[in-house]
């Protein structure tokens, strides 16, 4: 049953740009995209940097042939519809669609970006106006809706929501489809876009840093909030060859456990994410010592760095992989964090590059390891890529070098 | 070809006594405002007395009906947990948004945001049974049971050793709620009452409705109440793939129509989503009780929660309540039941489920 599962397609947009070769760039050239947020009309704009995409909703629309203005669409809508319009253009959609495939979507807030300036013209006794082309975009699953309607295609649906590990196991799921028969190919990943919302809610919890964001740093203070869709198209290794495709990476293992300690925090010794991650080599039938790069979650966190990093230090023991959190680069998208930091790993395998852990200056004195300090060359056969959620919802993906 | 998976426990929080009642709908709940709400159980038998003060009603809905599920299969804890939910929990969403907009982004209470998180319920649920296993979270409207369903029955299937999934779904209507989705036309203008629902098939709407059900799910056999023999997930249906989904149901059984005992429909009395109906109600013969559940919970993303529980009681008690039928049927028995649901947002969902003998 468990056939080889293989990357042949990515979409991305993110602070980084819109596209593979804007993303690529940015991370070969170490070019960060945090900034104060011009689209997001929030009180702290000012304050916090953030990986906001650069593309206001009438450009985005504009890119996919849409009107602008109130057109019902909110941006999680269009980030997903922009990251889907490149996944797309790696495979014949007939083909795809003759062969049956799933869309597997994840979200953490759905359309909360436009329902937030809407909310008072819902629940008043407005009855008329661009308000009501917004009455079904609260929940997670209207990106995905929208998505299928705006590319005239009819997948299998499922959305996630599993906090900051969806897009993950959106992507965890897209395999365990293909293995089971139920569809032969699937587009696996996950959008979120900035919103009052969520800012509001991790700046709440005390969890946002002014500042540039320090994963592994011992002055880390929180994180830079981002938005950002990912999606990979995957199928088996055979049905890639069957259609020529260029296999970008090999899905080689995946975990999914829960902390089962807090409603918010990791459990401080990393138990959790120590148990995703052996559980992904398990898996994938590998030893810790197999594994050359980590793409950390690296949140810039009190809390997840230190539990990370512990769970780190004691999986591979003697054999620390070079590791790095490449969140300081997109701010933490969320739910697409799973899914771009996937195709982050991808491309590591690629180019044989592991990404900077921009703005390390200072060991954490909790910990005895240190992350990759500047983008350089390495030979990396396997690279794990974490993704750990509030709710204690982790997940660990292996990639391979095709 | 997936191996039937078999359902070792339900429980329900409903508009109906489902939770602790100790027998079936025999005092009914109704409203005439078009919206159900769950009736309250003792919370504080499942939650711990500190975590409790601060858990808004869809948490406690949630956590509870969860924790009776894995009391009543009779186990520690499960192997790992799967829910669904359209909504999540709605009123927390609304306060932290509503507080975020009156305050105007300042001095704002993060509990509302961390409990308005779609898998809140399932960390709890982990916490609470020390389950570090494999945890899910479906948000896909009409599907997100089925999801979580599909999820498990994939997963036993992936092991061979005898292993117990906790699967639920949970949601919540309020007031917001009810008013937002009025607006998109959602509801019926004259509102019937609820038990009179189904008669009301000629015009547009339903009523507004909520609940938890959660039921462990098993690769054993041995002591399950029932299997689920087939789950079929139909996107955009139209009467003929419905059709079609349940004439294949049958066919992979190896099962006629009239193998059937009970047929439990997801209608809920919009004039628009009948038709999906109709044939089950004219093609099934005088062997097969036709039933209907949504006039006892309303129409929310997870209705299906709430008819699977249902079903389970069917099978246990082997009484079909008047209250749910339709169509009598002659079969003497209930055996099989099939699990037909629309949810108005482009899905439905064709189960089998199997008695267990």
């Known amino acids: 049953m468990a056939e080889k599962i293989v990357v042949t397609s990515l979409g991305i947009i993110s602070a980084l740009g819109s596209g593979a070769n804007a993303n690529l760039h940015s991370l070969l050239s170490a070019q960060h995209g945090l900034q104060y947020p011009q689209h997001l009309q929030s009180i702290h704009a000012p304050e916090f940097l953030m990986g906001e995409v650069a593309l206001s909703n009438d450009e ?3 890119q996919l042939g849409l009107p602008t203005g109130s057109n019902g669409y909110t941006r999680t809508a269009l980030l997903a519809m922009m990251a889907m319009q490149e996944v797309l253009q790696g495979i014949d959609k007939d083909l795809l669609q003759a062969e049956g495939f799933a869309y597997i979507n994840a979200n953490t807030v759905g359309g909360m970006c436009s329902v937030e300036d809407l909310y008072p013209d819902f629940v008043s006794d407005k009855q008329e106006g661009d308000f009501l082309k917004y009455l079904d975009t609260l929940d997670c699953a209207e990106s995905t809706q929208n998505v299928v309607k705006h590319f005239g295609i009819s997948p299998f649906t499922a959305t996630i929501s599993t906090a900051c590990s969806s897009s993950a196991n959106a992507i965890i799921l897209g395999v365990r489809l293909i293995q089971h028969g139920i569809v032969k190919r699937a587009i696996c990943g996950g959008c979120d876009a900035l919103s009052r919302f969520t800012l509001n809610g991790f700046h709440s919890l005390k969890n946002v840093d002014k500042q540039t964001c320090r994963p592994f740093d011992n002055s880390r203070f929180g994180l830079n909030l981002g938005e950002a869709a990912g999606y990979l198209l995957l199928e088996t290794e055979q049905s890639a060859k ?10 080689a293992g995946y975990g999914n456990t829960n902390d089962a300690y807090h409603p918010t925090a990791p459990s401080p010794n990393g138990d959790g994410a120590y148990n995703t991650m052996q559980l992904a080599l398990h898996k994938a039938g590998l030893q810790p010592q197999d594994i050359q790069y980590i793409n950390a979650h690296g949140t810039a966190t009190i809390n997840n760095d230190a539990a990370e990093g512990k769970a780190i230090t004691r999986l591979f023991e003697n054999h620390i992989p070079l590791f790095s959190s490449t969140k300081p680069f997109t701010g933490h998208t969320l739910a697409a964090a799973g899914s771009i930091e996937a195709i982050f790993s991808i491309w590591a395998l690629q180019q044989q590059k592991v990404w900077a852990n921009l703005y390390f200056t200072t060991k954490m004195e909790e910990l005895d390891i240190l992350p990759v300090q500047q983008t350089t060359d390495a030979n990396l056969q396997y690279v794990l890529s974490n993704s750990f959620g509030f709710g204690g919802n982790n997940v660990s993906l292996i990639f391979g070098k095709a | 070809m997936m191996q039937p998976v ?27 405002n078009g919206k159900l709400y769950v009736q309250d159980a003792d919370y504080t038998k499942f939650i711990n007395p500190v975590a409790i003060r601060r858990m808004s009603r869809m948490l406690k809905t949630g956590i509870s009906a969860g924790m009776r599920a894995v009391q009543l299969a009779g186990i520690d804890k499960p192997d790992g947990i799967i829910t669904g939910t359209g909504r999540g929990s709605m009123r927390d969403m609304e306060l932290f948004l509503g507080d975020m907009i009156r305050l105007k982004e300042e001095a704002l209470n993060p509990t509302y945001f961390i409990q308005s998180t779609y898998n809140s319920i399932n960390g709890w649920l982990a916490m609470q049974t020390k389950c570090t296993g494999y945890n899910q979270t479906y948000v896909h409207r009409g599907h997100s049971l089925e999801m979580a369903l599909l999820d498990a029955q994939m997963l036993l299937n992936e092991n061979s050793t005898p292993q117990t999934y906790l699967v639920g779904s949970f949601d919540e209507m309020t007031e917001d709620y009810f008013l937002v989705k009025s607006k998109a036309k959602y509801w019926k203008k004259n509102i019937p009452n609820s038990l009179q629902l189904l008669q009301h098939n000629d015009t547009d709407g339903t009523i507004g409705g909520e609940g938890a059900a959660f039921f462990t799910i098993t690769n054993s056999a041995a002591n399950s109440i029932c299997s689920i023999a087939q789950l079929q997930l139909l996107q955009e249906p139209t009467t003929e793939t419905v059709q079609a989904s349940i004439n294949n149901t049958l066919a992979a059984e190896g099962l006629q129509l009239k193998d059937i005992d009970l047929v439990l429909c997801g209608m809920s009395g919009d004039a628009r989503y009948q038709p999906l109906y109709t044939p089950i109600l004219q093609n099934t013969t005088a062997h097969t009780t036709v039933a209907a559940f949504k006039h006892l919970c309303g129409e929310y993303d997870t209705a299906t929660g709430f008819a699977l529980w249902l079903a389970t009681k069917l099978f246990q008690t082997q009484i079909t309540p008047q209250v749910l039928i339709q169509k009598k049927g002659i079969n003497p028995e209930i055996r099989h039941i099939l699990l037909v649901n629309h949810y108005p947002q482009g899905t439905a969902t064709v189960v089998l489920l199997k008695q267990y003998k």
């Not at chain 1, 069957?242 to 899905?251: D, N, P, S, T």
């Not at chain 2, 359902?7 to 709940?29: C, E, G, K, M, Y």
């Open chain 1, 60 to 62: 985005l629309s504009a």
């Open chain 1, 242 to 251: 069957e259609r020529g495709a260029e296999i970008l990476a090999v899905l």
């Open chain 2, 6 to 32: 078999y359902i070792s426990s339900a429980a329900a929080i409903s508009p109906q006594h489902s939770f602790d009642a100790p027998a079936l709908l025999t005092d009914v709940v109704s409203s005439n």
